[in-house]
């Protein structure tokens, strides 16, 4: 197991942006392959976003075209950049790390409103 602490989460209006980061604990982070989910109230977690340790992306057709996964292996840490935020993105946001295990970070906050 390994913690994971998000950051980056807010409000913001609609159209605008976002970046989350998600730092890891541990020495094996490259071999780890990273995602980001959301929760909405009343709703269950949802992909938003993963990549392989190899660098390979994927992404819920809803934020295709608008959010950005990428890692850097040299600071233990991946990010979601989100553009054109839209109110239907608002949820809490939760890194993931699986390798042998799956290890969930606390979440954070993102809320798009005017």
């Known amino acids: 197991q390994v913690q994971l602490v998000e950051s980056g989460g807010g409000l913001v209006r609609p159209g605008g942006s976002l970046r989350l980061s998600c730092v890891t604990s541990?020495?094996?982070?490259?071999?780890?392959?990273m995602g980001w989910y959301r929760q909405a109230p009343g709703k269950q977690r949802d992909m938003v976003a993963r990549?392989?340790?190899?660098?390979?992306?994927e992404y819920a057709d809803s934020v295709k075209g608008r959010f950005t996964i990428s890692r850097d292996n040299a600071k233990n840490t991946v990010y979601l950049q989100m553009n054109s935020l839209k109110p239907e993105d608002t949820a809490v946001y939760y890194c993931?790390?699986?390798?042998?295990?799956?290890?969930w970070g606390q979440g954070t906050q993102v809320t798009v409103s005017s």
């Open positions: 541990g020495s094996a982070f490259n071999i780890y392959d």
């Open positions: 990549i392989t340790a190899r660098g390979r992306t």
């Open positions: 993931n790390a699986q390798a042998v295990f799956s290890s």
